[in-house]
């Protein structure tokens, strides 16, 4: 596996991770996120926090939509609130945003971009970037390895997956009472 497939795999592991903090220096940027991994963990850390390193940055812009502050709008449901698209170039302005990480797409040869929504004041948002290589922190600044992250993500999930199961079985024991 080369590193822009490496990358790929990455970026695929992001759901719900919110963006704490953005930097750029030249072509590096360092992107910091909260993980959800952690909820699941004994015992349980909430706000966990990881560090990607991304190098090869020459292109990193932020569209999102910010819902208007109009009274009219505010009356509406969040779902059907009035937005204004905002672009933005300043890494400490994404890093204000509250943006959480659902998805990603990539297009030849070295662009990502991360899909995002939002629990701020903003319907969500799309981070583009360009990387060409990466490193990866934990909340120490020791380097994790892909594997290591890989193998969080999939205990999470897994842990998930039995929650929901549970919850199922639950339901269904309690939806079948037993018949005399």
Same mark, same amino acid.
């Given at each position: 596996?080369?590193?822009? &497939?490496?990358?790929? #795999? %990455? ?12 930097? $750029? *220096?030249? !072509? =590096? ?19 966990? &926090?990881?560090?990607? #390193? %991304? ?12 819902? $208007? *502050?109009? !009274? =009219? ?108």
């Amino acid at each position: 596996m080369n590193r822009q &497939q490496e990358i790929e #795999e %990455l970026f695929s592991m992001f759901h719900d991770l919110e963006i704490k903090s953005v930097s $750029k *220096d030249r !072509e =590096a940027l360092t992107l910091e996120f909260v993980i959800p991994w952690g909820q699941v963990w004994n015992p349980a850390v909430l706000e966990y &926090q990881i560090k990607v #390193e %991304l190098s090869g940055c020459s292109n990193l812009q932020c569209e999102y939509f910010l819902f $208007k *502050d109009d !009274e =009219a709008s505010k009356l509406k449901p969040l779902a059907l609130r009035e937005t204004e698209k905002r672009t933005t170039n300043a890494p400490q302005t994404m890093g204000k945003l509250g943006l959480e990480v659902q998805s990603y797409t990539y297009s030849r040869p070295v662009t990502y971009v991360l899909h995002c929504n939002s629990s701020k004041e903003i319907a969500g948002g799309e981070l583009t970037l360009t990387a060409t290589d990466y490193q990866i922190f934990d909340c120490n600044d020791e380097s994790l390895t892909l594997d290591q992250l890989k193998q969080w993500a999939t205990e999470c999930w897994g842990r998930i997956q039995e929650m929901w199961d549970g919850q199922k079985n639950k339901n269904n024991t309690n939806s079948n009472p037993v018949q005399p």
